[in-house]
């Protein structure tokens, strides 16, 4: 049986969300606007969404993108990051390139993107690829830096070589850091790929949603909200359970089930 | 008795003349000058020299800001000197080696690590099999009285077992020289006690050369064969006192020895002697 305090922790997310679509079923019904569907409505074409095979291929090919796209921009910043931390001449060498191309929306990158290398899968996994790495480069670049000397210094008086120092040492030091900047790059990867898939249509569940928009189907629209919003509280509460699971070790801190990044 | 009061124009030169055989550490003639903006130049260490023989503890004894972490940075070769050398076992220290094994102030544990994992990583990184580095750290464990909390992180402890942990993990990999910067400085009163006991009672067993940074004057007339005094702006050794007191050493009984009252006060009457600020007691 559960306390009466830990009831409610439980139920608290549910409770908000049911409150959301409450809401917005009351202002849908009293401004009766023909774009602006009922929450139920929307509810009910979410079926008809994931009961298509071409709606399911599209979404498919846009979490492929995504992966891949997340992956290899984590591949590249933790270690680059790391680097940067522990290497002033690395991080000097950075800094102002990543400090040029940090402001940029990195939609706005794609219509070049596209000319050179087309409106394909490419283009939009480089895209995401670009709105992932920036906050993961940061998160371990910072993280890489706070690592405390004392600590290298005991792992060079062990026998560590400096390679060995920055992935036995670095890296798991820096972990709970990375991992933060890692999941800032989900939520940016979910982002990148439906913004993505509206500059450049062709497949996927942007595609789906800027279609349904165009030929007014404003249901399908709404159900497709709450089908990526429903993705991106999957993707990150898997995430936050590998990450609470890997730096088990650290500080306890508060934190919210979901994320509002 | 060996305390001389020293004149504060004549600095007492350490002697390097003894037997070399039994000398483990030499510093010879360590300058050590930290730039701190593009006008001035701190001199942490002016001109040290010092051995230290093999099996002695010794204390490096000073006010803060008097360069005493630096020299041990600098035997621990995590730190190279501006001028001069220092040398183990007659080599030239070039960098940190398994051979000389620090214990900070701040622990520096591995926080991803529980206690045995951060004690055995050093037996491990030096080669020894699993099973083997496991149970001798199971001993070590249990030595620095920390048996029932080898599964705990160090987040779960508090500091005191934190720096016994440290002192287990750096013992492990069996240095020959124990370099400890200010171990006990983060402790209370009470817990900073029980260590210094209970680093005596460790080390009384298999007497390995500690080189221990501490601003205590109790703790290092407590601890020590030999107590370095060091003064500050620039760092340089005021005076080496040779501690003659029976071992092993209780505190109840030391606390009562006439002999040891009077290293103390003679020790915090130099400080206050000189134009800078002597050490906490």
Known sequence: MMSPAALIRRAAPVLACLGLLAVWQVASLVLKNDSFPTAIDA?????????????????????????IGFG???????????????????????????????????????????????????????????????PVIYHSFEGAKAVEEKMLWSGAAMGLSPAQRLVRIVLPAALPEILTGCRTGLVLALITMITS???????????????????????????????????????????????????????PQFDMPLSFS | MTVVPARSSEWVRPVTSREPASAIIEIDRVSQVFQTSARKDHVALSDISLTIEEGAFVSI????????????????GFVSPTSGTAKIKGHAITGPGPDRGPVFQ????????????NVVYGPRQQGVRAAEAEAQSRTLIEMVGLKGFENFYPKELSGGMKQRVALARTLAYHPEVLLMDEPFG???AHTRTRLQNDLLNIWERDRKTVLFVTHSVDEAVFLSDKVVMMSKSPGR???????????????????????????????????????EGGPAS
């Open chain 2, 61 to 76: 004894l000073g006010p803060s800001g008097c360069g005493k972490s630096t020299l041990l940075y600098i035997v621990g």
């Open chain 2, 186 to 188: 983060a402790l209370d």
């Open chain 1, 43 to 67: 509810i009910r074409a979410i079926p008809d969404i994931l009961g298509d095979k071409e709606s399911l291929i599209n979404i498919l090919a846009s979490l492929r993108r995504m992966a």
């Open chain 1, 72 to 134: 290899v921009a984590v591949l590249v910043s933790i270690p680059l990051g790391l680097l940067m931390g522990r290497s002033r001449g690395v991080a000097a060498f950075f800094n102002p390139l990543l400090m040029v191309i940090y402001p940029v929306p990195k939609a706005a990158l794609m219509p070049i993107i596209m000319l050179w290398l087309g409106v394909g899968d490419v283009t939009k996994t480089l895209v995401i690829f670009l709105g992932v790495s920036l």
């Open chain 2, 106 to 117: 701040e622990f520096a544990l591995f926080p991803w690590k529980t206690v045995l994992g």
């Open chain 1, 197 to 251: 898939e509206m500059i450049a249509r062709q497949s996927g569940a942007g595609n789906i949603l800027f279609n349904a928009l165009d030929m007014g189907q404003y249901d399908t629209v709404f159900a497709m909200i709450i089908i990526v919003g429903a993705m991106g509280i999957c993707l990150d509460a898997i995430f936050e359970r590998v990450r609470a699971r890997l730096v088990r070790w650290s500080e």
């Open chain 2, 237 to 275: 050794i005021r005076q080496v006192i040779d501690i003659d007191l029976p071992r092993p050493r209780r505190r109840n009984e030391l606390l009562l020895d006439s002999r040891y009252q009077k290293y103390v006060v003679d020790i915090e009457r130099m400080f206050d002697d000189g134009d």
